[in-house]
């Protein structure tokens, strides 16, 4: 596994996310301050709202922007089956015959990339689910605690 193609592949993800939030910012500051916008009377809050909508995409701009700083730091370390996982772990977990991949990543939880066949899902140790991984090894048979359930997986891969 190439993990440098993997970050890579993270990357271009987030990097995409943010031209989306960038125009939407932009159009959102647009229509705030719109002469079509400026309230007709004390109930109209079109401008108000629309003002909201901006600031929420430009908070998720800085997480963005943030997510791609972290990302671009991260090494592209190699874990052997010995290697407790951490930030920057490939981990592939079994639970009966479905496997799930993640890449534990220091910000942008939840976010999905195709990578060598499989969806990969990137997953912080701020999360349920990373919080359990970190520290584990391959081979390993951990009981997860997940919302509304609790299962057994065992960590195939760690790379």
Known sequence: MNKRNLIQAVLAKLAEELQVYLKAAHASREEATHESSKAENKYDTRGLEASYLARGQ?????????????????????????????????????????????????????????????EVIVITPQSPLGGQLVGSKQGDVLQLTLPGSKDKYRVVKVA
Not at 91 to 115: C, D
């Open 58 to 118: 430009s908070q998720q701009i800085a997480e963005l922007e943030a997510a791609l700083l972290e990302f671009q730091k991260l090494a592209d370390r190699e874990f052997t089956a010995e290697a407790p996982i951490d930030v920057g772990a490939f981990v592939e977990l079994q639970q009966g015959r479905e496997r799930t991949h993640y890449l534990i990543g220091p910000r942008a939880g939840g976010t999905e990339v195709e990578f060598d066949g499989h």
